[in-house]
T-cell receptor, first 114, second 114 residues
Framework: AQSVTQPDIHITVSEGASLELRCNYS??????LFWYVQSPGQGLQLLLK??????LVQGIKGFEAEFKRSQSSFNLRKPSVHWSDAAEYFC????????????FGSGTRLLVRP | NAGVTQTPKFRILKIGQSMTLQCTQD?????MYWYRQDPGMGLKLIYY???????DKGEVPNGYNVSRSTTEDFPLRLELAAPSQTSVYFC?????????????FGPGTRLLVL
């Protein structure tokens, strides 16, 4: 069965520091991978997605993620965090077929120190 | 485009009461979804629809009902509210099947059952 693990419940970084949020997935075939961000009181917004091809994916707001098949990981990175990046981040995996299913991780809450 | 809109934003229900959470999208998407988000958890799929007149259960459908009479609208019905249904509810839509396609989320409805 598909599953997604985000091992860090909370992460605190200083403004201007680099960021890496971890995501590990379990899926038998090549997965479709997503990172969504949820700002306080808002719905989820897509940051980036990976379907195939280049394993380093660029997204909005300066985020990128790298798909590593050998490690079953899809970690999210940003070289320099801004205070406005404080939010909750969700990794999700989808079946690469006509399935409706999108399985979400439990999320990582990012706090940014001034 | 307004995207995905949800009403109400917040509601308090007494145990046993019923209510309908409204969801409308103006992107002409075939696929629509209802999720619930419990504290510290990822999103769990309640119901989904692949088009007008077609709905199916997700992971946690008990206690809920849906209908899809038009492409735009996908209301979620709670018939006998229970404290376990206290959660934040998100509606989402996608052009293609959600497992491989970006989902667009509404701002959510926060429901408290007392």
């Amino acid at each position: 069965a598909q599953s997604v693990t985000q091992p860090d419940i909370h992460i605190t970084v200083s403004e201007g520091a680099s960021l890496e949020l971890r995501c590990n997935y379990s899926y038998g075939a090549t997965p479709y991978l997503f990172w969504y961000v949820q700002s306080p009181g808002q719905g989820l917004q897509l940051l980036l997605k990976y379907f195939s091809g280049d394993t380093l994916v660029q997204g909005i707001k300066g985020f990128e993620a790298e798909f590593k098949r050998s490690q079953s990981s899809f970690n999210l990175r940003k070289p320099s965090v801004h205070w406005s990046d404080a939010a909750e981040y969700f990794c999700a995996v989808g079946a690469g077929d006509s399935s409706y299913k999108l399985i979400f991780g439990s999320g990582t809450r990012l706090l940014v120190r001034p | 485009n307004a995207g995905v809109t949800q009403t109400p934003k917040f509601r308090i229900l007494k145990i046993g009461q019923s209510m309908t959470l409204q969801c409308t999208q103006d992107m002409n998407h075939n696929y629509m979804y209802w999720y619930r988000q419990d504290p510290g958890m990822g999103l769990k799929l309640i119901y989904y629809s692949v088009g007008a007149g077609i709905t199916d259960k997700g992971e946690v459908p008990n206690g809920y009902n849906v209908s899809r009479s038009t492409t735009e609208d996908f209301p979620l019905r709670l018939e006998l509210a229970a404290p376990s249904q206290t959660s934040v509810y998100f509606c989402a839509s996608s052009l293609l099947a959600g497992g491989r396609e970006t989902q667009y989320f509404g701002p959510g409805t926060r429901l408290l059952v007392l």
